[in-house]
């Protein structure tokens, strides 16, 4: 099984970033997808979820408007388009596949720094 992140960087504050994140070794039909992100001195917070049929997604009120979040089921891949990035962004953001409570995969993560 792995989950592997792309596409952080650093960006200037009002701008945008897009995070991929592929996967492999599961049924990635069967999984619902997430987006999660730890910033120093800060517990994890979970930033957007898309059901595994894509049909119900739900985003953390800080990153609403700002943030999508999308899958490919053909490309295995997962997205998070990130728009008006704010200081506040700044986290090392982490992909997640869970199965209910029954599994629960992650990546290694991306760091996201948004600096003037």
């Known amino acids: 099984v792995q989950l592997v992140e792309s596409g952080g960087g650093l960006v200037q504050p009002g701008g945008s970033l897009r995070l991929s994140c592929v996967a492999s070794?599961?049924?990635?039909?069967?999984?619902?997808m997430s987006w999660y992100r730890k910033a120093p001195g800060k517990e994890r917070e979970l930033v957007a979820t898309?059901?595994?049929?894509?049909?119900?997604?739900n985003y953390a009120d800080s990153v609403k408007g700002r943030f999508t979040i999308s899958r490919d089921t053909v490309k295995k891949m997962v997205y998070l388009q990130m728009n008006s990035l704010k200081l506040e962004d700044t986290a090392v953001y982490y992909c997640?596949?869970?199965?209910?409570?029954?599994?629960?995969?992650w990546g290694q993560g991306t760091q996201v720094t948004v600096s003037s």
């Open positions: 070794g599961f049924t990635f039909t069967s999984y619902n």
């Open positions: 997640n596949a869970a199965l209910g409570r029954l599994r629960d995969y």
């Open positions: 898309i059901t595994n049929t894509g049909g119900r997604i």
